[in-house]
Every structure is written in structure tokens, then in C-alpha cells.
């Protein structure tokens, strides 16, 4: 019985296809439904690329349309709505509370200086805006060794958070940086 149904060919053999248009190979099963997963994300990625200013495929060619230009608002800032965006607004607000808890901290432990006795800090510091707004205001004054034994409990990013607060206006210190053990010895006014 095997052997009369392999004997007859066309009763083994399945049926012929149908020729493909344009010489293209259609996919069957499984295979389909990925080709277009494939092809979708290929189309997506090359669009992708073309608002992308670091592509190559955008190397000689003008800038794509929806980006704005040097000279022009918007220009150096992640696009309005992104997560890029959102990211930055969330790091800038985390760095000034971070600020805020170093100016907290400073009022906690530091002295709180008389009229006039911080008067010659004005014009010394890199981060001053001016000069005035330590005078005469009673500020507060801690020597970075001790500031930094109490905040270590609270943040590792003591010399950041003390850098950014100068770039504000908010503390005044001598020196570029500080270094803890070297510069255990240098007074940081708080300026409010």
C-alpha cells in the first residue's frame, strides 16, 4: 500500500502556486507578521533619524524642519513636552532642595555673625554678584571641616551643592574648591 501512494507523483505533490507578482517571495505562517513588525520599525527608526541631528543621515543635508536653529528661541533645549525635558525640570528642582537643605544646615550649626563683621567679603569670592548682599545682614558663618562632618549624613555632593550655592549668590567662600582636610579651615558665609 506504501508503495502505490508514493508511486503516484501528483497524488503526493501538493498543489501548485499561483505565480508571484513582481518576483517577490510571499511569506507564509508566522513569518508574515514579522516582515511587517520588521518594516514598520525600519520606517520608524529612518524617521526618527531624520529629526535626529547627530545621524548621519542628516550629515550635509539642511537641518530637518521642526528643529530650531542657532540664533533662534528653543535652540540648545530639549523639545517642549519630551521626557528630556521633564528630566531636567525634575534634576534642577532636586538640586535646589539639595541647596536649600545645605543653606538649612549651615543656619543649624554655623554662627550667626554681628553687624558689619563679614564687611570685607565684598568682590573677593569667584561666585560674587556684587558684593552687598553679605553686609550688614547678620549672616551666618561655619568652617567647611565642621560643615562637612554634619553633612556627610545627609549628602555625599557637599563641594557640588557648596559650588552651585556660590554660582546662586547664597554662600561665599575663598578659593575655587574646597578639599576636605586641606581646606577644613575656611570659613563659608551663608549670604541671607
Known amino acids: 500500500m506504501d508503495q502505490e501512494e508514493t508511486s503516484d507523483p501528483a497524488a503526493a505533490a501538493p498543489p501548485p502556486q499561483a505565480p508571484v507578482p513582481d518576483d517577490r517571495v510571499t511569506c507564509r505562517g508566522t513569518v508574515g507578521p514579522l516582515k511587517e513588525n520588521w518594516q514598520q520599525w525600519s520606517s520608524d527608526h529612518q524617521a526618527s533619524q531624520k529629526q535626529n541631528p547627530f545621524s548621519q543621515q542628516v550629515c550635509g543635508a539642511p537641518p530637518p524642519t521642526g528643529l530650531p536653529q542657532r540664533g533662534q528661541r528653543g535652540y ?43 564687611a570685607g567679603l565684598g568682590g573677593t569670592g569667584a561666585g560674587d554678584r556684587g558684593g552687598a548682599a553679605g553686609r550688614g545682614t547678620g549672616s551666618v558663618t561655619v568652617e567647611f571641616g565642621r560643615l562637612f562632618e554634619h553633612y556627610v549624613t545627609i549628602s555625599n555632593k557637599l563641594v557640588g551643592v557648596l559650588l552651585r550655592a556660590r554660582r546662586q549668590g547664597l554662600v561665599h567662600f575663598d578659593g575655587e574648591m574646597l578639599w576636605q582636610g586641606q581646606d577644613d579651615c575656611v570659613v563659608i558665609t551663608l549670604r541671607q
Open 76 to 118: 540648545g533645549r530639549p523639545l517642549e513636552g519630551s521626557m528630556t525635558e521633564r528630566r531636567g525640570r525634575d534634576a534642577h528642582t532636586h538640586v535646589g532642595r539639595e541647596v536649600e537643605e545645605l543653606c538649612a544646615a549651615i543656619r543649624a550649626i554655623g554662627r550667626r555673625g554681628e553687624e558689619g563683621a563679614d
